[in-house]
């Protein structure tokens, strides 16, 4: 946990009707026309008011909220105003606890208000407190009165308020158990709140360089390092350090392609020609009017060429595309420009032609009439001419939309994060990837969150690995933060998430086998065998079941699922007669036989399917061939039912090879020669003779090459494709009925 304090308006404009309309997030809408009106506090806490009921308000509409707001607004302001002594920007109290977590429970938010305000002496007066994640943190606003309720309305001194806030933190984060944070005060090894030393807080900050939140946001917005990085990587500071003038201070900012500007009641350090900006308060660099007097601006002709300018570049390595997304802004900076031109002289062209002929018009009726026939007729001539000037406008205005909605669709983007997500959802895996890295930089536990609700997730899938994440041939689109969501059809997402480094699928997934099998056959591709699954128990146990069904290798890490793995494997492995035996002969390459189970040898074989076997297999493909997704609204889908058909076609073929001799299944890096038995009678499989009663059944879907009943063939496997190999063999070519090893 960490607190900060909130200073007042010092102009003069503070008010308890802004401060809580503030806390309570009560804005105009952006649609104005409706009067709509928002509100972002999730949780909001009033105490010690009498207009309005003291406590936790949650789930009420915006309107009903403003009004209490309000209400409780206009008692805390009139007891403000009874004090006539004390500065406006004193008598209201803002401070905002942020929590390092996930949502804080209830009993973590009380005892932050009421230890907060107790240790400020503010637990008798006014307060309100607001429930915000809008930053990417949970974080509490705190508003409270410094005037007292009872006469004679003293104001509260809030002296070593940092040093109290600091303080109740680390208290809370012990009573609670909650993550830590750094500051003033911290937790020792028995468990004791210390105070840190002002040397040591010191030499932490100069180590690390301090970014401020508006530059943190800028480099997560648009992936490029801010000006205030680039400062802090050079220490430009130390160099201004040295300047014992303005005209100094302005030359040594000059060799490093900025200038010094004055702002406000401060001074900035400027890059020339680029956009950004750094207080040199920031830099150390304090009281300049002190040292140097009156500020002055730097003398014409005082050139100083410069050893370094600021120039944006990448936060994360990877040069390439981001060279690529300047040249491709440059570009389209030239096409913008040029379209823009031209639309904008057409729209002027148009309108000095309508202007030219309602002149021409005017002077028609001012030569062909007069007196008070002339008056009307001007009079209903201009109002004819303005609704036509009206119209034109209306016109160029739908046009200049349409312009910038084409320029929008053709634009590589207007930030770095942009092009990445463009490029991403065009096909480029290295664009998918940074914008991946990005996402998971600044991912938060809010952030994850909000996405768990946007996607609607109901269920995941994690690992210990992080791979390098494929692609599935689905429609599928890319989020900013490089989530790509993969639309299956009939409502069925799989999510990929870049935040939360999961696999996640939505209710209509998670309630569709073939979603969940290829969500566990994507799963293992990111991650590896060992996963993850959290979601409702029926998910988790389907999943489970389906992992061992078919085949897939996958371990579990919960302990509870991985013993229901291993038990339905074990009652598997029990009710098969013979397991697979792999055969070996001297100086021969070996065949492993099928199981006499032959239907549980193609649906669930301890290796995987029968495609399996051609290693490698694309994981695109794979799931393509063995998964479609086309649902079919009157049973279960398509391929389900076509996959079912396909082991019942194996399974009869195996069987009538089987009353004939042993059977077994092709190999990877082997060739079989013999003649080709008989295709079956789906079409899909051939028997292949190797002698001696022995067969080898072929997946014809597998084989580059045309076999033919009756005909001689050799077939050798490469990259789990079948090749026939007999117009190159030569005749004297010894093989084995066991295959030739290549």
């Known amino acids: 946990m960490i607190s900060k304090r909130i200073k007042g308006r010092k102009d003069g404009k503070s008010s308890a009707r802004a401060a809580m309309r503030y806390g309570e997030g009560l804005a105009p809408a952006r649609n104005r026309e409706t009067g709509d009106i928002n509100d972002k506090s999730h949780r909001t806490r009033l105490g010690n008011f009498g207009i309005v009921d003291d406590g936790v308000y949650a789930g009420l509409d915006a309107l009903s909220m403003a009004e209490i707001i309000d209400l409780a607004a206009l008692e805390m302001q009139s007891n403000c105003d009874l004090n006539t002594r004390a500065k406006s920007e004193n008598k209201i109290a803002h401070f905002v606890v942020s929590y390092n977590q996930e949502k804080p429970a209830e009993a973590v938010l009380r005892d932050t208000e009421d230890s907060m305000l107790a240790a400020l002496g503010l637990d008798n007066n006014h307060f309100a407190t607001f429930l915000h994640d809008d930053n990417g943190y949970w974080h509490l606003h705190v508003f409270a009165s410094c005037i007292e309720k009872d006469h004679p309305h003293r104001c509260n001194s809030l002296w070593q308020d940092r040093r109290k806030r600091d303080k109740i933190c680390r208290e809370i984060e012990v009573r609670h158990g909650l993550n830590r944070d750094n500051g003033l005060h911290e937790i020792d090894e028995h468990g004791l709140i210390i105070e840190v030393p002002l040397k040591e807080r010191k030499a932490k900050r100069e180590a690390k360089p301090k970014i401020s939140d508006r530059s943190q946001s800028v480099e997560r917005y648009s992936g490029e390092k801010s000006f205030q990085t680039w400062c802090n990587d050079i220490r430009i500071g130390d160099r201004l350090k040295h300047a014992k003038s303005w005209q100094d201070l302005h030359a040594a900012a000059a060799a490093y392609n900025c200038e010094v500007k004055s702002k406000g009641a401060g001074f900035v350090l400027v890059p020339i020609g680029e956009r950004g900006g750094i207080s040199l308060s920031t830099l150390g660099m304090k009281k300049l009017p002190t040292k140097f007097g009156a500020f002055q601006v730097a003398r014409s002709g005082q050139g100083v060429e410069a050893i370094k300018s600021y120039k944006p570049q990448s936060t994360m390595p990877g040069g390439s595309l981001y060279l690529e997304w300047q040249q491709a802004r440059e570009k389209f900076r030239v096409i913008k420009s040029a379209a823009t031109n031209q639309l904008r002289n057409t729209h002027a062209t148009s309108r000095a032609e309508l202007r030219k002929h309602q002149r021409a018009e005017l002077d028609i009726i001012r030569s062909s009439a007069a007196g008070k026939e002339l008056a009307v007729l001007v009079s209903v001539a201009k109002l004819r001419h303005a609704v036509e000037l009206t119209g034109l406008s209306a016109d160029h205005a739908d046009e200049r939309q349409q312009l910038r909605s084409k320029l929008a669709d053709t634009a590589p983007g207007t930030t770095y994060r942009d092009f990445l997500v463009k490029q991403a959802e065009a096909g480029s895996d290295a664009a998918l990837e940074r914008a991946r890295e990005y996402g998971a930089a600044e991912a938060t536990t809010v952030s994850r969150q909000r996405e ?223 003649s080709i038995k008989e295709i079956s009678a789906c079409g899909r499989f051939a028997i292949q003779d190797q002698g001696r009663g022995a067969v080898v059944i072929h997946d014809l879907t597998r084989l580059e090459a045309h076999v033919i009943a009756g005909q001689k063939a050799s077939i050798e496997y490469r990259n789990g494709v079948g090749k026939d190999m007999l117009p190159t063999i030569e005749k004297k070519t010894n093989h084995s009925r066991f295959g030739t090893e290549r």
């Not at 074990?570 to 035996?581: D, G």
Request: proline share 5%; glycine share 8%.
């Open 452 to 674: 768990t609700e946007k996607l609607e997730v109901v269920c995941a899938m994690g690992g210990m690995c992080n791979n390098s994440a494929p692609r599935l041939n689905f429609t599928h689109r890319v989020e900013r933060s490089g989530t790509v969501v993969f639309n299956l059809g009939h409502g069925r997402q799989i999510i990929d998430s870049a935040v939360s480094k999961q696999i996640q699928l939505n209710n209509a997934a998670a309630l569709d086998p073939s979603s969940v099998e290829t969500s566990l056959r994507f799963a293992t591709a990111r991650f590896g065998n060992k996963l993850t699954l959290t979601g409702p128990a029926a998910f988790q146990k389907m999943a489970v079941e389906l992992a061992v069904k078919k085949g897939l290798g996958v371990q579990f890490i919960n302990p509870e699922l991985d013993a229901y793995r291993a038990k339905l494997e074990a009652e598997i492995t029990a009710s098969r007669f013979t397991r697979p035996v792999a055969k070996t002969t001297k100086g021969k390459p070996h065949l492993t036989e099928v199981s006499s189970d032959c239907n549980s040898s193609y649906v669930s074989h301890a290796s995987g399917p029968l495609w399996s076997h051609f290693n490698p297999v694309d994981l695109h493909g794979a799931i393509e061939d063995f998964l479609s997704m086309s649902a079919n609204e009157d049973g279960p889908p398509i391929a389900i039912r076509r996959d079912q058909e396909r082991a019942e076609a194996y399974a009869e073929i195996v069987r009538q090879a089987k009353a004939r001799g042993r059977v077994f299944e092709p190999k990877q890096g082997m060739q079989y020669v013999g």
